[in-house]
C-alpha cells in the first residue's frame, strides 16, 4: 500500500501528499490519453486544481488511481475539442508524436515504448480510453462502460477494436522503422 | 455479442503501454509551485476542502455537451481576444452574449481551487486598480487564457442558469465567486450587468440600482445597457 492508497480508516489525503505520489500518474496518463508534450504540464496543473476543488468528494476507502483517471480523462476530452488542441493531438495521429522529426526518422530512433506510444496516438480517442482503463488501468469493463455511460456492448466493442488497431499501428510502424534503417544501410557511403 | 472472443493484447504491447515514464523534474517542480500559488494548503497535510462540494462524483463522465459548447465558445472569444492584439487595435472589452442557456443539473462542475464566495462587502463596480489583489499569477498565464476563460464562462452559465430556473440568490452566489476567482477577469462586464439582475430578481432592489448605475457610469454603450436598465425598471 502507498502512502495515499487509501485504507477503510484513513482520512483524506493531503493535496501536497497527493500530488507528490501521483504527479507522474497523472502525467503519464494524460500522455496515453493523447495530449501533446508541450501540453502536459499545464494539463497537470489543470487536473491538480480540478482535484482540489474535488477533494471532499474523494472516499478515502476508494482507490487514488482511478479517481484521478476520471479527471485526466475529462481534461484531455476537453482539451482534445478545442480545434487547436485536436489539430495537434490528432491531426496526424502516428506521426504526431514528435512532428519535428519526420516520421522515419523519429521510429527509428525511438524504443519499442515510444512505439507503442505513436501507435496509441493513432487511435480514436475513446477507443483508447477503454484501452486504456481496462488493458492499463485493470478497471474492469462494465466498470468502464458505466463511468463512460456507454451501453456494455459499446465499451467491449471499443476495447476490441482499440486493441486490433493498436496491434496493426504497432506493425506499421515496425514495417516503417525497418525500412527506414534499411534504407539507411544501403546507403553506399 | 457482449462474450465475444477478444484476443488480449500481446504481452510486450502490454508491457511497453504499462510503462510509467518519470515526468520531467524540472515540470513537476513547476508544476508544485504553481499550485502553492494558487492553493495555500498545498504543503500542509490537512488536505483540501472541495469547492462548494456539489456537483456529481469525479468518476462521472457527464456534461460532455455542455462543456463542449462552452469550450466552443471560449475559443471564440479567445480568437477574438487574440485577433484584436494582433491587429494592434486598442484591446477591445471582450462580452459574452447569446449563448444557449445550459440545462440546470446537466452543469459542468465548477474545476478551479474554491475561493471565498463572498467578503462580505457590498457589491460595487470597482476599476481594476481598486479590486481585490491579483492572485500570483501561474508562470505561463498566457498558455492558462482558454482554460480560465472556460471557467469564468462555467460560473456565468451556472448563474444565468440559475436565474433562468428562478433563483436568482443562488444566481448571487456563483457571480460573487466569480468576482471572488476573477477580480480582473475578462467577462466581468456581463458579470456585473448579471449580478444587476439577480439583485434585482431577488427582491434587493436598491442595492440593484446601485450597481445599475455603476455599472451605466463604468461602461457607457455596454451592450448590457438594455438589459440593466429593464432589470432595475419599476414594475409597470
Do not use: C
Not at chain 2, 515526468?23 to 476542502?49: F, I, T, Y
Not at chain 2, 474554491?114 to 467578503?119: E, G, K
Not at chain 2, 462555467?154 to 433562468?164: F, K, Q, S
Not at chain 2, 477580480?183 to 442595492?207: H, N, Q, Y
Request: net charge neutral; proline share 8%.
Amino acid at each position: 500500500m502507498n502512502a495515499v492508497g487509501a485504507s477503510q480508516s484513513q482520512p483524506r489525503p493531503a493535496m501536497g501528499a497527493i500530488f507528490d505520489e501521483y504527479f507522474d500518474y497523472v502525467w503519464n496518463t494524460l500522455r496515453r490519453l493523447g495530449v501533446f508534450e508541450s501540453d502536459l504540464e499545464d494539463l497537470s496543473h489543470e487536473v491538480f486544481l480540478r482535484v482540489h476543488a474535488r477533494l471532499a468528494d474523494y472516499d478515502p476507502s476508494r482507490p487514488m488511481r482511478p479517481w484521478l483517471f476520471g479527471f485526466a480523462y475529462r481534461i484531455a476530452a476537453d482539451h482534445r475539442r478545442l480545434a487547436r488542441h485536436r489539430h495537434e493531438v490528432f491531426g496526424a495521429p502516428v506521426e504526431a508524436v514528435d512532428p519535428v522529426k519526420p516520421a522515419d526518422e523519429h521510429i527509428a530512433a525511438v524504443e519499442e515504448r515510444a512505439l507503442v506510444e505513436a501507435a496509441l496516438a493513432s487511435l480514436d480517442f475513446d477507443r483508447r480510453a477503454v484501452l486504456v482503463l481496462h488493458d492499463v488501468e485493470e478497471v474492469p469493463v462494465p466498470a468502464i462502460a458505466a463511468d463512460l455511460g456507454i451501453p456494455l456492448n459499446t465499451a467491449y466493442s471499443r476495447l476490441r477494436l482499440a486493441r486490433e488497431e493498436l496491434a496493426a499501428a504497432v506493425k506499421r510502424l515496425r514495417g516503417r522503422s525497418r525500412d527506414s534503417s534499411d534504407s539507411r544501410r544501403g546507403l553506399p557511403w | 455479442m457482449v462474450n465475444e472472443p477478444m484476443n488480449p493484447l500481446d504481452p510486450r504491447l502490454l508491457d511497453a503501454l504499462r510503462a510509467e515514464r518519470a515526468a520531467p523534474a524540472d515540470a513537476r517542480v513547476r508544476v508544485r509551485a504553481r499550485l502553492e500559488a494558487a492553493l495555500p494548503e498545498m504543503g500542509s497535510s490537512g488536505g483540501g476542502g472541495g469547492a462548494g462540494g456539489a456537483g456529481a462524483a469525479a468518476g462521472a463522465f457527464g456534461s460532455r455537451l455542455t462543456t463542449a459548447v462552452a469550450l466552443f465558445l471560449a475559443g471564440g472569444v479567445a480568437g477574438a481576444a487574440l485577433l484584436s492584439a494582433l491587429s494592434g487595435a486598442k484591446p477591445a472589452r471582450v462580452v459574452y452574449v447569446d449563448r444557449p442557456v445550459p440545462v440546470a443539473g446537466a452543469m459542468a462542475p465548477l474545476m478551479l481551487a474554491p475561493a471565498p464566495v463572498t467578503d462580505g462587502t457590498p457589491w460595487s463596480i470597482a476599476r481594476p486598480e481598486e479590486g481585490p489583489a491579483k492572485a500570483p499569477r501561474a508562470a505561463r498565464p498566457a498558455d492558462l487564457h482558454a482554460s480560465r476563460l472556460a471557467a469564468e464562462q462555467h460560473l456565468l452559465d451556472a448563474a444565468r442558469a440559475a436565474i433562468v430556473a428562478g433563483e436568482p440568490e443562488r444566481a448571487v452566489t456563483q457571480l460573487e465567486r466569480h468576482r471572488a476567482q476573477f477580480p480582473d477577469g475578462l467577462l466581468v462586464e456581463e458579470r456585473d450587468a448579471m449580478m444587476v439582475e439577480a439583485l434585482a430578481k431577488s427582491s434587493r432592489t436598491s442595492e440593484a440600482r446601485a450597481l445599475a448605475e455603476s455599472f451605466r457610469a463604468r461602461y457607457p454603450g455596454s451592450l448590457f445597457t438594455a438589459t440593466v436598465d429593464s432589470a432595475v425598471a419599476p414594475s409597470p
